[in-house]
C-alpha cells in the first residue's frame, strides 16, 4: 500500500520559515519526480516546485529564491523549505509522487498539511 504522508504544517507569521516533510512509503521512491502543489480556498491546485529522479529542480515564479525542495532517498522523504514567508502562500500543501511502476505511470498523492500565514 502506498503512501505519502506530509507534515510541518502550521502557522506562522509574515516573514518566517517552515520545513515541510513528505515521508513515503510502499514505492521505490528513488524512482519517483516528487512534487509539492498547494491550493487556498476558491483557487485551483497550483504546482509550486519539484524534483526530478536525478535532482534537478523546478519552481513556481512566485517561489524562487524562497522556497527550496530536496529529497533524501535513503529516508523515502521530501522536504520544502519555506522562507520569507508571505500571506498569499497560505495554503494546503500536498506532496505528489510520480513514476513509472510494472510498466504503467503511477501518480500518488498524500493528504496534505495546513500552512497559515497570518499575523
Known amino acids: 500500500q502506498v503512501q505519502l504522508v506530509e507534515s510541518g504544517g502550521d502557522l506562522v507569521q509574515p516573514g518566517g520559515s517552515l520545513r515541510l516533510s513528505c515521508a513515503a512509503s510502499?514505492?521505490?521512491?528513488?524512482?519517483?519526480?516528487m512534487d509539492w502543489y498547494r491550493q487556498a480556498p476558491g483557487k485551483q491546485r497550483e504546482l509550486v516546485a519539484n524534483?526530478?529522479?536525478?535532482?534537478?529542480?523546478n519552481y513556481v515564479h512566485s517561489v524562487k529564491g524562497r522556497f527550496t525542495i530536496s529529497r533524501d532517498n535513503a529516508k523515502n522523504t521530501v522536504y520544502l523549505q519555506m522562507n520569507s514567508l508571505k500571506p498569499e502562500d497560505a495554503a494546503v500543501y500536498y506532496c505528489?509522487?510520480?513514476?513509472?511502476?510494472?510498466?504503467?505511470?503511477?501518480?500518488?498523492w498524500g493528504q496534505g498539511t495546513q500552512v497559515t500565514v497570518s499575523s
Open positions: 505528489n509522487a510520480r513514476g513509472i511502476s510494472w510498466g504503467k505511470p503511477r501518480d500518488y
Open positions: 510502499g514505492i521505490i521512491f528513488s524512482n519517483y519526480v
Open positions: 524534483i526530478t529522479v536525478g535532482g534537478s529542480t
